[in-house]
């Protein structure tokens, strides 16, 4: 059962320090795509990639987060320096460009200190 | 861009009674409108999905409606059952679920009383 994969699940930490989000996605899909999850803004996307080059970063707050694909089994989206207001759960989504069904990975739940 | 709009926050019915929730967009583009279910502490998953160029579509308990010209697009459930208590989200896309992103709306809390 093919599935995508997130690490690390939970993730704590202080304001200002680096946090770094993975995701696995699903062998041979060639679309990758980044959402945050807050009470307040509901699902957002962030940034998506296909064949790892990325298409759309225009909802990523430029300034602190980054997102990349070292290969086609890895996904990272990293934030520097992390404020409270990242506090969030960010999944991951892959799919392919000629069908429709993006899948969705578990998630990270951030907290921000 | 694309916004989506989704009504009730909230829904509360009896077990084996019929659920409705209703979604509107505003960009005219959109082709592609899925349905996600969330359960706690998972991420969305897919339920059922339509193409701007079909009207209705049925799966089993589950049917969705789209009418373009209003640009609104609702999701039918009949026959509730416990396990149906779940956030549902729709959302929206021009290319389509594998090609570009999803605008997604703020999700419906439906909870199925027995």
């Known amino acids: 059962d093919a599935r995508v994969t997130q690490t690390p699940r939970d993730k704590v930490t202080e304001m200002g320090q680096e946090v770094t989000m993975r995701c696995q996605p699903i062998l041979g899909h060639n679309t990758v795509f980044w959402y945050r999850q807050t009470m307040m803004q509901g699902l957002e996307l962030l940034a998506y990639f296909r064949n790892r080059a990325p298409l759309d970063d225009s909802g990523m707050p430029k300034d602190r987060f980054s997102a990349e694909m070292p290969d086609a089994t890895l996904a990272t989206l990293k934030i520097q320096p992390s404020e409270p207001r990242d506090s969030a759960v960010y999944f991951c989504?892959?799919?392919?460009?000629?069908?429709?069904?993006?899948?969705f990975g578990p998630g990270t739940r951030l907290t921000v200190l | 861009g694309e916004n989506v709009e989704q009504h009730p926050s909230t829904l509360s019915v009896q077990e084996g009674d019929s659920a409705v929730i209703k979604c509107t967009y505003s960009d005219s583009a959109s082709n592609y409108f899925p349905w996600y279910k969330q359960e706690l502490g998972k991420g969305p998953q897919l339920i059922i999905d339509i193409r701007s160029n079909v009207g209705e579509k049925k799966d089993q308990r589950i049917a969705v409606t789209l009418n373009k010209t209003a640009k609104h697009f609702s999701l039918h459930i009949t026959e509730t059952q416990p396990e149906d208590s779940a956030v549902y989200f729709c959302?929206?896309?021009?290319?389509?679920?594998?090609?570009?992103?999803?605008?997604f709306g703020k999700g419906t809390h439906l909870i199925i009383q027995p």
């Open positions: 989504a892959s799919g392919w460009d000629f069908l429709d069904t993006q899948y």
């Open positions: 959302a929206a896309s021009i290319k389509g679920g594998g090609a570009d992103g999803l605008t």
